[in-house]
């Protein structure tokens, strides 16, 4: 809380800010008495609030791009930035309004001279946060028996899934995990609740950047659909798709996309 003894650490801190708006979100839910589209929106807005408070306090001279900030979405002064805060105060907003749903997360990453250099992902009702200062250890990653014989499990948006994956987990013989949040899709191939996550058709930086850093430093893959880096902190914060997988799936789910597309 404001006053209270930050992390120095730039790994630390982000874990340590994910926690706090996490802390403050589950308080809204259970005190506020609100509903629906008036608890999606004090929600929103108190960890937006809470998390431009304590990074005003303790990183003031860091630029940040924050979903719940529209001024940060053009320049702003984070382009020519050398260290910028992406943040999702509360992605999975859906399922935020929906108690005792746990499938939705806080999102806070560093973004340094091209690079995603720390991140962490509260999922606050799971009790759990994800982050670079100590990477998650998937389990049996590089195992080849991992799951042998069972079908890979692709993590899919519960509300609004793209059409190929449904073809994509067809062809791999895998089976969907609906689930809210892209923060809460990428970690659960880091919690070895599904094996990949495979989106397209619009997202923004902020829903991936943290839990990408957090991705990648565990060993997984990350990567565009067309298999490109993904890139953070552009002028345009579209960012529409992203795969992220154990590393040995990579190859199948991106030579099926390059086939068939994504339409
Ligand atoms: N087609 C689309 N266009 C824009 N944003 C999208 C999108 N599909 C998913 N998202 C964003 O990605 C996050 C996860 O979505 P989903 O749960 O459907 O997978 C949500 O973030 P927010 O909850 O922060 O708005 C949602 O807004
Ligand atoms: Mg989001």
């Known amino acids: 809380m404001p006053g209270v003894t930050a992390p120095t650490d730039d790994h630390e801190f982000a874990a340590w800010l994910a926690e706090q708006a996490g ?7 259970a005190t506020s008495g609100l509903e629906g589209r008036e608890l ?40 020519t930035a050398s260290r910028v805060w992406i943040i999702d105060p509360l992605d999975g907003t859906r399922e935020f309004s ?10 806070v990453a560093l973004w340094s001279a091209g690079s995603l250099v720390a991140g962490a992902v509260a999922q606050p009702a799971l009790g759990e946060t994800f982050h670079t200062g100590r990477p998650p250890v998937v389990p049996g990653l590089g195992a080849g028996s991992h799951r042998a014989g069972l079908p890979p499990r692709i993590a899919v948006s519960r509300s609004r899934p793209p059409a190929f994956v449904t073809a994509l987990a067809d062809s791999l013989g895998a089976e969907l995990v609906p689930m809210g949040s892209a923060g809460v899709k990428m970690m659960s191939v880091v919690r070895d609740v599904a094996d990949g996550y ?25 990567s565009r659909v067309d298999g490109s880096a993904l890139v953070y902190n552009r002028a345009d914060p579209y960012l529409p798709d992203v795969v992220v997988c154990r590393p040995e799936l990579a190859g199948p789910i991106l030579e099926f996309i390059e086939r068939h597309g994504i339409e």
């Open 198 to 222: 495979v989106h397209a058709g619009g997202q923004y930086e902020w829903d991936s950047a943290a839990p990408v850093a957090v991705a990648a430093a565990a060993g997984l893959h990350t």
């Open 40 to 79: 999606k929106d004090a929600g929103d807005a108190a960890a937006q609030a809470l998390l431009a408070e304590l990074l005003g306090i303790h990183r003031p001279h860091d630029a940040v791009l924050s979903e719940e900030s529209a001024e940060t979405h053009g320049d702003s002064g984070r382009l």
């Open 23 to 29: 802390a403050r979100l589950l308080e809204v839910r």
């Open 98 to 107: 929906e108690p005792p749903r746990d499938d939705w997360a806080v999102h």
